[in-house]
């Protein structure tokens, strides 16, 4: 992900609150850095779906225990 | 001005006054590919607070459940959101799948909303589950206009 990009979301998202700006400060440490569109795309997709499924693992593990 | 609120600010201004790319524009699909991944994030951190509020004995299991139960669908249908921005072009047909999928999350919150529990504060968060949920559907009316965008012709 592009400086640019970093800069001009978080921008966009500090009036959405505390915990997007906080969230989506963490993906992007865990998203690599690149001039490239595609690349930022394939990273983005897969941080995404990362977050999904880590997501429906907890809360399936959760609802079955209580 | 609330302490939770002074990082974000800070590192907002910081990084918004000292990064500059010297060449580029992004993207309106970067753009909207890294909206959608901070909303998948965002409603993942949601599911963690409800388990942690649990934990704390801020939150009954009772009152827990229709927000995990919530979490957990909407990362199911957001999935089905990721694979359609995944593609390489952005039709009318899938902005209207969006769309729909967005608006069944909106309506599924809502529902949760009346579980009476969105008042607890998220320990994750440090503002309420009514408050995380307004996020995200802000963020959801975000990455539907970046969508938007990206059919426009700029894709």
């Known amino acids: 992900m592009n400086p640019q990009l ?15 700006v906080k969230e989506f400060l963490a993906l ?9 569109e595609k690349a930022n795309i394939a ?7 990362k977050a999904d499924d880590e997501t429906i693992a907890h809360a399936q593990a959760w609802l079955a225990a209580n | 001005m609330k302490k939770e609120l002074l990082l974000p600010l800070v590192l907002t201004l910081a990084t918004v006054g000292c990064i500059h790319r010297a060449s580029g524009t992004v ?5 909207a590919t890294t909206y959608n991944a901070a909303f998948a994030q965002a409603n993942d951190a949601i599911e963690q607070g409800a388990e942690l509020a649990v934990t704390t004995g801020v939150l009954t299991s009772a009152n827990a459940k229709p927000i995990i139960a919530f979490t ?3 990362a199911e249908l957001h999935k089905q959101i990721t694979a359609i921005l995944g593609q390489s072009v952005v039709t009318q047909a899938n902005i209207d799948s969006i769309a729909a999928l967005l608006d069944k999350i909106k309506a599924e ?12 504060k998220n320990p ?17 009316d975000t990455v539907l206009a970046t969508i938007k965008e990206v059919k426009a012709g700029t894709q």
């Open chain 1, 28 to 36: 992007k440490s865990i998203m690599s850095l690149s001039s490239d």
């Open chain 2, 109 to 120: 919150g809502d529902a949760a909303i009346a579980s009476g529990a969105l008042g607890v």
């Open chain 1, 6 to 20: 970093i800069s001009e979301i978080v921008g966009l998202i500090a009036g959405l609150g505390p915990l997007v």
């Open chain 2, 72 to 74: 957990e669908h909407v």
């Open chain 2, 27 to 31: 993207t309106p699909k970067e753009r």
């Open chain 2, 124 to 140: 994750r968060s440090q503002q309420t589950f009514k408050m995380d949920l307004d996020n995200i559907y802000s963020l959801a």
């Open chain 1, 43 to 49: 990273a983005a997709i897969l941080a995404s779906d």
